[in-house]
């Protein structure tokens, strides 16, 4: 944690974890023994560190890149995979991934040209990390997510009880954080994740107009945490708002906000149904792209607020058949996977 991470917890922390089996003195004790038993080598390649790698030249969503996360840390628990190097390990975690996820290029030429290594050489290595990873853990979370959907939503009218915050400055936030995502290269997970944040914070606290950026950045940072493989540094953050954040404003937001959302982050977003139900729609490239970009324009839209995640992402594919000319959800799975066509 001292290399990794910008705030490391301390070592009494380390020692409380433990539940009284040792002291503070104890834990810094034996962190000398074991730098001492390393010669001090402890930057070493991890199979962490060359799927962040190998995902960025790939160009890899947060849904595949999640994915492999999952892959990869139950083959940590399996002392078979200590046998294979770093490499071999994420590039067949990442495989394994777009295996499940029924993506079309289930090992890009970016990715190959990267890792050297070929999707046939891959394959039994992807095929042993089916073995020792769980099911659950493979499996599809959209089922769950329209259960929880609804648990996830900001109030769908209160706005109405603010008296600075309106439609309009709304969507000039939103406006900005779309563009901060594409300035920092976040994905569109992250960008739901935050603007539901921001709408889920204003419907529990009242909000001062100068405060508005702040809470979209702080909201966006959270979110990058939670979803990114290499999320930006705070000072990416901090810099990205049209007038430079104080450190200070920013982590003591960052508290304000965890706290007022009781730290719940994670719930299902617009994001979260795009590509499960953009796959059941038998979608290609170009026409789930279509239906993102119409999904985006609806996130700027305030009264969107008032309908489900999914009900948007499905309002979104059915606009995007009518353009292509696709008169109505032909795939016979996505009229399965909507419960709610007759809203839509």
């Given amino acids: 944690a001292e290399y990794e991470e910008s705030l490391a917890p301390e070592a ?9 089996a040792c002291t503070k003195e104890d834990v810094l004790d034996m962190e000398k023994v074991v730098l001492e038993a390393l010669d001090f080598e402890v930057m070493v390649p991890t199979p962490a560190h060359v799927l962040a790698f190998l995902g960025r030249a790939g160009c890899c969503d947060a849904t595949s890149g999640k994915r492999s996360r999952i892959i990869l840390n139950a083959a940590l628990m399996d002392g078979m995979t200590l046998k294979y190097q770093p490499l071999v390990l994420a590039s067949a975690a990442l495989l394994l ?3 499940e996820l029924g993506r079309r290029a289930r090992w890009p030429r970016a ?11 891959l394959e039994p290595f992807a095929a042993m990390l089916r073995t020792i990873v769980p099911r659950a853990a493979l499996k ?27 439609m309009t400055i709304r ?32 419907s529990a606290s009242e909000a001062r107009l100068a405060d508005v950026e702040l809470v979209g950045i702080v909201a966006l940072s959270i979110a990058a945490r ?7 540094s705070e000072y990416e953050f901090r810099h990205s708002a049209q007038k430079p954040i104080a450190q200070d404003d920013l982590l003591n937001m960052n508290k304000v906000m965890l706290a007022t959302l009781d730290f719940e982050i994670c719930v299902p977003t617009t994001a979260s149904f795009l590509d499960p139900l953009g796959r059941a729609n038998e979608c290609g490239a170009m026409h789930a792209h279509l239906a993102q970009y119409i999904a985006e324009l609806a996130l700027l839209e305030g009264t969107t607020l008032r309908h489900a995640p999914s009900v948007v992402v499905s309002a979104a594919l059915l606009v995007s058949n009518q353009i292509v000319g696709r008169r109505d959800f032909k795939s016979p799975v996505m009229l399965h996977q909507v419960p709610h066509k007759e809203r839509v």
């Fill in 226 to 232: 939670y979803v990114e493989v290499n999320p930006p």
């Fill in 97 to 99: 991934s777009n295996q």
């Fill in 171 to 202: 969507a000039r936030l939103v406006d900005r954080l779309m563009h901060v995502s594409r300035e920092l290269t976040l994905s569109a997970e992250t960008l739901y994740l935050a603007v539901n944040m921001v709408d889920r914070f204003f």
């Fill in 140 to 166: 599809e979370k959209h089922d769950h997510y329209f259960s929880e959907e609804e648990l996830g939503m900001p109030r769908r009218f209160y706005m109405e009880e603010h008296e600075h915050l309106t």
């Fill in 12 to 20: 009494q922390l380390f020692a409380d974890i433990i539940l009284g």
């Fill in 111 to 121: 990715i190959a040209d990267q890792s050297r290594l070929g999707e046939a050489i």
